[in-house]
């Protein structure tokens, strides 16, 4: 069984720009979360989507955006991207969400110069 | 706040040796689970306890929950050298929200 699979694995953008990561899940798995990982933050929880709605979200600014396809591919977008969005982003996806384990992705290195 | 917090921050021991990481949360939860992650790597499932569950083992892995302490721990017996990771606790905060991590404990394992 495939895991889960995230795209780019790593991304240097300038300040200002846009960037869209990209989540392939588990085959079978509806739910799909997304994590952005700092140092100094540790792992923060971005947002869940679960059949294509997005379910929860954390304290993040609306630059941080998601989706979630009819196949339960995720994608998750920052616009005006800043100094301190550089981080290591980390997607899970589970069968069902908060109650079933979650498999993680190897994460898009995102560098904001 | 973290709702999970583990204990120690930092952990060094020899191979073969025993190593114990500690969670501690704050509010009920429904279950907990242990991660592992090599340095700038995604995270690997260890284990997933429920609050009905106290003790589950998978290989060297044990993890026991004690939800009247709101409090797990993770023994990983006769250490190896491939053991040396962070190690994450994650609960379910709230009924229908997402998992919350804790700041970790990072494992070294000397050969």
């Known amino acids: 069984k495939a895991g889960v699979t995230q795209t780019p694995r790593y991304l240097i953008k300038t300040r200002g720009q846009q960037v869209t990561l990209s989540c392939s899940p588990i085959s079978g798995h509806r739910s799909v979360s997304w994590y952005q990982q700092t140092p100094g933050q540790g792992l923060q929880f971005l947002f869940e989507y679960f059949s294509e709605t997005q379910r929860n979200k954390g304290n993040f600014p609306g630059r941080f955006s998601g989706r979630q396809f009819s196949n339960s591919r995720s994608e998750m977008n920052v616009s005006t991207l800043e100094l301190g969005d550089s981080a290591l982003y980390l997607c899970?996806?589970?069968?069902?969400?908060?109650?079933?384990?979650?498999?993680f992705g190897q994460g898009t290195r995102l560098t904001v110069v | 706040s973290q709702q999970g917090e583990e204990d120690p921050q930092a952990l060094s021991i020899q191979e073969g040796e025993n190593a114990t990481m500690n969670c501690s949360y704050k509010t009920s939860i429904n279950n907990l689970q242990w991660y592992r992650q090599n340095s700038g790597r995604g995270l690997v499932h260890l284990i997933l306890i429920r609050s009905n569950e106290r003790e589950k083992h998978s290989g060297r892995l044990r993890v026991t929950l004690d939800t009247s302490k709101k409090s797990s721990s993770l023994l990983i017996t006769a250490s190896r050298a491939a053991d040396t990771a962070s190690y994450f606790c994650?609960?379910?905060?709230?009924?229908?929200?997402?998992?919350?991590f804790g700041p970790g404990t990072r494992l070294s394992v000397l050969p």
């Open positions: 994650a609960t379910d905060a709230h009924y229908g929200q997402n998992f919350v």
């Open positions: 899970a996806s589970s069968l069902q969400g908060w109650n079933t384990e979650a498999f």
